[in-house]
């Protein structure tokens, strides 16, 4: 072993430090490592000087050693962390590696650093570094939520240690001065089930920050228990009016998650109002997909009748998509009919063989058995890219139903002359997908 630690000492002194890292991790990692003081002192000195002195990769790699070499690295990684003269890129590993080692006078020299760097990307690292601490840190960055400039950092590792602990000190920062801290503390108190939190989240609807009312919003969605008591419904359905398109977005997929049919006319309101912004009638359609019960379906098909004339190529995909998608299989049938009615009903639009492409690869999605004709037809389509489409929905369905349907129609004559060549096409596909 010492012969090991003589080349790892060799190749330091010529600065191979490549050369170094992999025999500190042989030495210090064997389960027959040195037992001697002495020689754990020399390693910590190699380990040190790569973490000085080394590239990105090999401070990478060497800091795995340092959780080894126990309780005597903490103090030179402190002082490395303090040395305002080093490379910043050492003193960030050397917060992170004593991140690791949860030991008080680490905790300690993290929280102290917190407190007199005014470097913030230093204060990032050491800030994550109290984090992976856990719950020993949680007293220490509390008191840092009483100074200006240690306030963010402290309430970013308190919301990445996601305890109840964590509670009461993010709560007294919910009415922060800075909307970031704003935000950050709403994001992480919005994980815990607290009776003190819903309140929170309610009166930040009303911030003048988009961030915080989008942070709100987020955390209101997850909580479809408190929608009778605190009428989230109404809360969120009067933040599709926000300001904002982006917290109009968030109140409506908001909506859509709480999954409730209370939320239909709130959603089905903002798709009429006009002019609703794309993104924004996007959000809504999605919404009423994840509700995904009848009145919601049955809405989607009011949109689809009601407002076919003005709708644009991306709305009609994201409407036949989401049909496809849609989960209850009691209401699969209902959606492949309101897609089997919109095949002839589509506008004579540039767009659409795509339109009719995304039909039917959504009636496939489906698998619903009255879908079998209507994409048998398609195979007749004169755009080469919706009869590939139809086939490779065709094969979604029964495979030996289909494959009966399409020998007996084309047993048929006469056919017109596109369909027969279609059926050719797609019996011809099944032929070579047959196992043998």
């Given at each position: 072993m ?6 790892a ?24 490592a ?34 080894a ?10 002082a ?15 917060a992170?590696?004593l ?27 050491v ?26 950092f ?33 994001e992480?108190?919005s994980?815990?089930r607290?009776s ?12 003048s920050s988009t ?26 359905g ?10 109009c ?22 798709l009429?109002?006009a002019?609703?912004?794309?993104p ?24 689809l ?23 209850h299989?009691?209401l ?11 095949l ?11 339109l ?5 690869t ?16 398609l ?6 890219g ?29 056919l ?5 060549a ?15």
């Amino acid at each position: 072993m010492s012969d090991f630690i003589l080349q790892a000492q060799a190749a330091a002194a010529q600065e191979n430090w490549s050369d170094v890292v992999p025999l500190l991790q042989r030495i210090v990692l064997a389960e027959t490592a040195p037992s001697d003081q002495g020689a754990w002192l020399q390693l910590l000195d190699l380990a040190m000087q790569v973490l000085q002195k080394g590239d990105f990769q090999e401070q990478w790699e060497v800091s795995k050693v340092f959780p080894a070499l126990g309780q005597s690295a903490i103090a030179p990684l402190i002082a490395l962390l303090e040395d305002e003269t080093a490379e910043l890129e050492s003193r960030w590993f050397a917060a992170r590696i004593l991140g690791g080692l949860n030991h008080p006078d680490a905790i300690r020299a993290l929280v102290e650093q917190l407190q007199s760097s005014e470097d913030e990307d230093l204060n990032q690292v050491v800030a994550e570094a109290l984090a992976n601490l856990g719950t020993p840190t949680i007293a220490a960055l509390t008191e840092l939520l009483a100074t200006d400039e240690t306030r963010v950092f402290a309430v970013q590792a308190l919301t990445q240690i996601r305890h109840s602990e964590t509670i009461t000190p993010l709560l007294s920062v919910v009415n922060d001065p800075s909307s970031a801290i704003r935000a950050i503390a709403l994001e992480a108190l919005s994980n815990f089930r607290d009776s003190r939190i819903p309140e929170v989240l309610v009166r930040a609807l009303q911030d003048s920050s988009t961030a915080v009312r989008k942070a709100a919003i987020t955390g209101l969605s997850s909580r479809a228990d408190l929608s009778e008591e605190w009428n989230l419904v109404a809360l969120l359905g009067e933040a599709l009016s926000d300001v904002n398109l982006g917290v109009c977005q968030q109140a409506a997929l908001a909506l859509g998650k709480l999954g409730q049919d209370a939320a239909i006319p709130w959603l089905q309101k903002a798709l009429m109002v006009a002019p609703t912004p794309l993104p924004l009638q996007l959000d809504l359609l999605r919404a009423l997909s994840w509700i995904g019960t009848q009145k919601a379906l049955e809405s989607l098909q009011t949109y689809l009748t009601q407002v076919s004339t003005h709708l644009s190529t991306p709305l009609y995909q994201e409407i036949f998509t989401l049909l496809g998608r849609w989960d209850h299989s009691d209401l699969k049938p209902i959606a492949a009919q309101i897609l089997i009615d919109a095949l002839e009903t589509l506008p004579n639009v540039a767009q659409a063989a795509t339109l009719r492409s995304t039909i039917a690869t959504a009636l496939g999605e489906l698998k619903q058995h009255l879908a079998l004709d209507p994409l048998i037809q398609l195979l007749a389509d004169a755009d080469r890219g919706v009869q590939l489409h139809a086939i490779a929905a065709l094969k979604m369905l029964d495979p030996a139903i289909v494959s009966n349907r399409l020998e007996e129609l084309q047993a048929t004559s006469p056919l017109p002359e596109r369909l027969q060549a279609g059926i050719d096409v797609a019996l011809r596909e099944w032929k070579t997908e047959l196992p043998r």
